[in-house]
């Protein structure tokens, strides 16, 4: 049975791991009968957003690991855990906590750093040829990850494929039904929430993701 770590980023579209995106996820995962674990960096988030409002919560701190076990019902380990050796392949829900808590590139854009313990795991299995995959924003990462030439698609956003392009990777536009592979790489990318209206939207092309991550296991 094949095995995969899914990397959450705390527990929220606004300032975490968009929950939807985290679930289906999970979801196709399961339906396509391999294991999975969760894991998430023990860290500080960036701030806390009340999702009702959109407003910065003043004076109040959250956890990532904390944050993010509410969607995984508790089942959830700290990312130092992580051993490639452990799994076939990483996963990573999109959300702004992708891009808030797992890098800077919500503050940074182009000149955004990933946080180091994300920057190890993931070059770690990068060098073991072990797929990866990435929804929504998260794939703002990739150049970080594989260096210049790198093939990822956050959908049709000019500025954010803009500054994809900017750190050396290489944007492909895609539907929000779709995934791009780069079969050198073995990365899997597709937009999800950064084009969908409806859940089932992200549902679809997050499923297409699960199943050609596994495929390049």
Known sequence: MKRIAVILSGCGVFDGAEIYESVLTLLHLD??????????????????????????????TRQVLVEAARIARGEIKALSELREGDFDALIFPGGFGAAKNLCSFATEGQAMQLQPEVLEVCQRFAKAAKPIGLICIAPVIAAKIYG?????????????????????????????????????????????????????????????????VLALC
Not at 31 to 57: E, T, W
Not at 170 to 199: F, G, S, W
């Open 148 to 212: 210049d030439k790198v093939k990822c698609t956050i959908g049709h956003d000019t500025a954010t494929a803009e500054a994809i392009n900017a750190m050396g990777a290489q944007h492909v536009p895609c539907n929000v039904d779709d995934v791009v592979i780069d079969e050198q790489h073995k990365l899997v990318t597709t937009p999800a929430y950064m084009l969908a209206q409806r859940i089932n939207e992200a549902s679809v092309g997050i499923e297409k993701l699960v199943h050609a």
């Open 31 to 60: 339906k396509a009968n391999v294991h999975y674990q969760c894991f998430a960096p023990d860290m500080p988030q960036r701030h806390v957003i009340n999702h009702l409002s959109g407003d910065v919560v003043e004076g109040e």
